[in-house]
């Protein structure tokens, strides 16, 4: 069983895998040379001229042989010329062949152009595939891309507005506290005064119920009050009785 | 002194440079420094000994200018590091989710690149971006097989580590 890739594997295999225009492109190995020439400080005819010397030189070799062989070619060519046959009739040659080479050569012909159109629909067509599929492909990620990014905002910005609603709402909360706890206290201030008012009244009030008591205590009575009271306390026992 | 063929050095290595810079670094401008940067490097290292293998000496030139160039974004804050051209997106057979889900493992890991030291970033890449062999690697940088072992382990623990962090965050 194949062993599952990890991360770097993956990234690896991307990283290698990655397209890669063809290139160089022209213009810039042209100015790689111009600079790679001006750097080494050689004129370009200079350098041409060493480098068909030094292509020249390995095939010094060579030389003797190519000479030999030219040399045998032609002869072998002279030998041939003389020794070939008379030409024959070149008239009689061309009407004898010339329709059986024009049929042969219209039927290649459309041979030929047949096989030209299929490979060229055929080409077209897979081309054609290609060109929608890639643009469909960079169109999904080009698309897939600005729906992350607009949804990233989106999200970032749900996430702030949360996050000013929940704030507001602790300075509130934290405000109304502040607020219950003064209106507590100062409740409690009067509440303390003015139970200490209706002490001090009620103290009074005791003080001075006392003086009465005690003055009616030591209060004096005259005598015929005296009297009509031991009446009234005879008249109260014979109807009790 | 090397008499070198510079037209031809550049047609014949010039792709090789422009993937790797690409590959790299994700956009046409700063490939298109990358790859003009390297080949004077070249240069100057050809003025200073022999250059027996061009196309090793290209890579290694190259990983090392995009990295620098890399870590060069990272410090600017104001460039932002994920510059990918779109003409550079086509998929066939790809879901897009998956195409940017690759994207940014990709910006991951370039990201995780710049910030790692130089030496243990360019083993990485050429290990497993140009898919060179060990005794290349440290042949290429001067150091030992050993050695390219050890800053590639390294390399491959500090950057597993920066993926994850960045993918849970």
Partial sequence: MEEPKDILDKAIEALANTDVPPGPPQELTEATVAKLIEAADIPQDEFKTIRFIDRIKPMKGLIKYAAAAVLLIACGYTVGRLSAPKTPDIEQLRSAIEPAIRENVLQEMGQYMQVGLASGYAQLKDELQQQYRRDLSNFAIQTLAASSTVTNQRLQELIDSINTAQTQDRQWFASSLNQIEHNRRQDKSQLAAGLETLALQTEDELQRTRQDMAQLLIYTQPDSIGVDKSNNLNNLNERNK | ?169
């Fill in chain 2, 1 to 169: 002194m090397q008499v070198i063929d510079w037209q031809a050095v550049v047609n014949k290595h010039g792709p090789i440079v422009w993937n790797t810079a690409y590959r790299l670094l994700g956009n046409h401008t700063d490939a298109a420094d990358c790859f003009q940067e390297t080949f004077i490097c070249a240069l100057e290292v050809s003025r200073r000994q022999h250059v027996r293998s061009f196309p090793a000496l290209l890579i290694r030139l190259a990983t090392a200018r995009a990295i620098d160039r890399l870590r060069q974004r990272m410090r600017e804050p104001n460039i932002s590091t994920n510059i990918a051209d779109c003409a550079t997106v086509p998929s066939n057979d790809v879901e897009p989710f998956q195409q940017i889900q690759a994207q940014e493992l990709a910006i991951g890991l370039r990201e995780a690149l710049s910030q790692l030291p130089p030496q243990e970033a360019q083993v990485f890449c050429l290990r497993y971006l140009n898919n060179m062999s060990y005794r290349l690697i440290a042949k290429e940088l001067g150091i030992k097989a050993n050695t390219a072992g050890v800053l590639l382990h390294r390399a491959r623990t500090k950057l597993k580590e920066h993926l994850e962090k960045a993918a849970v965050t």
